[in-house]
């Protein structure tokens, strides 16, 4: 008789590390749990730089700088306000929510420029800026204090995790994004082929008789002039 393998049961996954001593993995690893814990609040902290990024990206491109700097800057500050307020368990009151939407949309700025001129060549410099100015948010969320020398001192007490977790998440982002956008293109040629028959028939029709000759449509010939006169 063969030996029945005996199932493993799953081990508790070890308590994380206190934050000052945290790895940028763990931090990422911790901020997925957390965000998987509270997923459709998560959800929908997206919509609005989701929706921003496709007005962004389906835009003529002389306004596509324009739009990033407003639309896109301010639905991504108030997506990042707002998920303040999910991992610290507080409900953000509106006027904080604005005041912080206000400064992280200005901070956003020179990233947006960065990206804006240089491509992904600014990517780096971008997520640095952000690492020590991009904590204004929370400064103004959870301490309530319009202060970037408390953003810049919170940055350099733990330079690694501000900016590597930035790094990360975008390099996420950028891999996430290429992606969806190769998946879409090919198979988008396919749902055009299978649509483009039905929508192409009514045209074909006309310009088929008149090359095979039906003298019963000889003037419906006439009419879309495919036939010489």
């Known amino acids: 008789m063969a030996r029945q393998k005996r199932r493993r049961e799953p081990q508790p996954a070890p308590p994380p590390l206190p934050p000052e001593t945290r790895t940028v993995g763990q931090l990422v690893a911790e901020t997925i749990r957390l965000y998987g814990s509270r997923f459709w609040r998560s959800l929908a902290l997206g919509i609005a730089p ?55 949309a200005i901070t956003l700025v020179p990233a947006v420029v960065l990206l804006g001129l240089f491509g992904i060549l600014g990517l780096l410099p971008a997520v640095f800026w952000l690492g020590f100015a991009g904590l204004i948010v929370p400064v103004i969320t959870l301490e309530r204090r319009r202060s970037y020398a408390r953003a810049f001192e919170l940055a350099r007490a733990d330079l690694t995790h501000a900016v590597g977790s930035l790094a990360t998440l975008a390099l996420v982002g950028l891999l996430t994004a290429y992606v969806l956008f190769f998946t879409l293109r090919s198979a988008g040629p396919r749902h055009l082929a299978a649509a483009l028959p039905r929508r192409r028939a009514p045209l074909l029709r006309p310009a088929r008789t008149c090359r095979l000759g039906a003298p019963t449509e000889e003037a419906q010939c006439r009419r879309t002039s495919c036939c010489p006169t």
Request: charged content about 15%.
């Open 50 to 104: 989701a929706a921003a990024g496709l007005v962004v990206a389906e835009s003529p491109g002389v306004a596509r700088l324009p739009l990033a700097l407003t639309v896109a800057a301010v639905a991504a500050s108030l997506s990042f306000a707002l998920a303040t307020g999910v991992v610290a368990g507080e409900r953000i009151p509106r006027r904080r929510l604005a005041e912080a939407t206000a400064f992280g």
